[in-house]
């Protein structure tokens, strides 16, 4: 029961005194005999999807401006009751006004060492980076966004990995149904449509260097061919559909043109790709995954 003493007031005009400060509990940073459960290591405590607006380089020498989602994660030893949360984001917040790429997360992630008492540290930022497409034939121009996040891990000995994830959509004509089809007008003379499907190839990369989002994106155009359009026209879908039965490809074909694409790459150390089709045919969607083979490394 609440006492009858205790006011129901807020008192706007409330000031926190330095003694006042230092009589507030933390139970997070209490002592291990008020940790629950079992005393063990936890490898990531932190705060996910914290959103704030920072800047990015492009080719060109010029800056863009995305709104981010931010994952960031400390790694809590054995013995500690809990960590600031609070700190992810507040130190994250001293380098607002940077310049973000793969390289630079590991002055944030030494930054979390440092402040929350950490010998591991992980983070990830999670954004929609547009580039402009051009028309196939029509002459248009629209953005084509991509979804991107750059992530940067630091162990216990103090070394940094950076990845770059990226989603590519495509369209990928079956060339069994493309066989199937002629095979109906050729035989029996009946109209027949080959199937095709919106794709999604899905890339994580380790660097060995920085490399652009642009460069990137480069390097899956030139493996697929059929990237999904924005601005389209009559002429443009004539030439999506003359593009897509030149290009015509199994999910299987489609991880092995990455790799053999993303292979001779000197900037990436090693790398996944998932390619998904998400069948037109089938009510389930076609899968292949692939890795570059490095020993120890993604699987």
Aim: charged residues 30%; aromatic residues 10%.
């Amino acid at each position: 029961m609440i006492s009858t003493k205790l006011k129901r007031y807020y008192d706007p005009t409330f000031t926190v005194s330095d003694d006042y400060k230092a009589s507030l509990p933390d139970l997070q940073n209490g002592p291990a005999s008020l940790i629950e459960g079992a005393d063990v290591p936890i490898q990531q405590v932190g705060i996910s999807d914290f959103k704030l607006p920072l800047k990015y380089p492009r080719p060109d020498g010029e800056l863009i401006t995305l709104e981010t989602s931010v994952d960031g994660y400390v790694g809590l030893e054995a013995g500690k009751k809990g960590i600031n949360m609070s700190r992810i984001m507040r130190s994250f917040y001293e380098f607002q006004d940077d310049v973000f790429h793969p390289d630079k997360l590991e002055e944030v992630l030494e930054k979390y060492r440092e402040d929350l008492d950490s010998q591991s540290a992980y983070l990830r930022l999670s954004f929609n980076y547009p580039i402009s497409q051009e028309s196939l034939r029509s002459g248009l121009e629209g953005y084509q966004y991509y979804t991107v996040a750059i992530e940067g891990t630091m162990n216990t000995n103090g070394d940094f990995r950076s990845f770059i994830h990226l989603d590519f959509e495509y369209s990928s004509a079956c060339p069994c149904s493309y066989e199937l089809s002629e095979h109906a007008r050729e035989k029996r003379e009946v109209v027949s449509i080959p199937h095709s499907q919106r794709s999604v190839a899905n890339l994580t990369v380790e660097l060995n260097e920085e490399i652009f989002i642009e460069d990137l994106v480069q390097h899956c155009q030139d493996a697929l061919m059929t990237e999904t359009q924005v601005m389209v026209k009559r002429e443009d879908e004539q030439a999506f559909a003359e593009m897509n039965g030149a290009y015509q490809k199994f999910v299987e074909d489609a991880a092995r043109l990455l790799y053999e694409e993303l292979n001779d790459e000197e900037r990436i150390k090693d790398f996944v790709i998932r390619c998904v089709h998400m069948e037109s045919l089938h009510s389930h969607d076609a899968v292949s995954r692939i890795c570059k083979g490095v020993k120890n490394g993604l699987r």
